[in-house]
């Protein structure tokens, strides 16, 4: 690497580090990871008013949501179609070469409502819960 370069990541990460890090102030003009937001301990029972300005951005969320779910239904009912087209068969070749496969997989797994009917003491012992944020719009009343 360039001396150049080295300086010039040097002078960033400390200024990141003064000005971010020490102030525990978050960088402008970048969008964390979700998975970075879904660790963000939010206040319970808060609302925060959100600007005139982005409401375009939740709208514009709202409707890929909304498109990604309709492709879904999409894709399904296509899914259905093509797997009829292999009839009994595991698999198909499509003219190109490539090959349709449509076979049995295997998962193991715990019966977990057999074993909280059966034997709940344990099932109670092994159970863990999972706490997670879920985005959703609500209809104005």
């Given at each position: 690497?360039?001396?150049?370069?080295?300086?010039?990541?040097?002078?960033?990460?400390?200024?990141?580090?003064?000005?971010?890090?020490?102030?525990?102030?978050?960088?402008?003009?970048?969008?964390?990871?979700?998975?970075?937001?879904?660790?963000?301990?939010?206040?319970?029972?808060?609302?925060?008013?959100?600007?005139?300005?982005?409401?375009?951005?939740?709208e514009?969320?709202?409707?890929?949501?909304?498109?990604?779910?309709?492709?879904?239904?999409?894709?399904?009912?296509?899914?259905?179609?093509?797997?009829?087209?292999?009839?009994v068969?595991?698999?198909?070749?499509?003219?190109?070469?490539?090959?349709?496969?449509?076979?049995?997989?295997?998962?193991?797994?715990?019966?977990?409502?057999?074993?909280?009917?059966?034997k709940?003491?344990?099932?109670?012992?092994?159970?863990?819960?999972?706490?997670?944020?879920?985005?959703?719009?609500?209809?104005?009343?």
């Open positions: 690497m360039s001396k150049k370069i080295e300086e010039i990541v040097c002078t960033e990460a400390a200024s990141f580090w003064y000005n971010c890090v020490q102030k525990d102030t978050p960088p402008e003009n970048v969008i964390p990871a979700e998975a970075v937001m879904k660790r963000i301990r939010r206040e319970p029972e808060t609302i925060v008013d959100i600007p005139p300005e982005c409401v375009p951005l939740v514009q969320w709202d409707e890929l949501r909304t498109a990604r779910l309709l492709a879904e239904k999409v894709e399904k009912k296509a899914k259905g179609e093509v797997i009829n087209l292999l009839g068969s595991e698999a198909g070749d499509l003219p190109d070469g490539r090959q349709l496969i449509y076979m049995p997989q295997s998962k193991r797994y715990i019966d977990s409502k057999r074993l909280t009917a059966e709940p003491e344990i099932a109670a012992e092994y159970l863990n819960t999972t706490t997670f944020p879920k985005l959703y719009l609500k209809k104005a009343k």
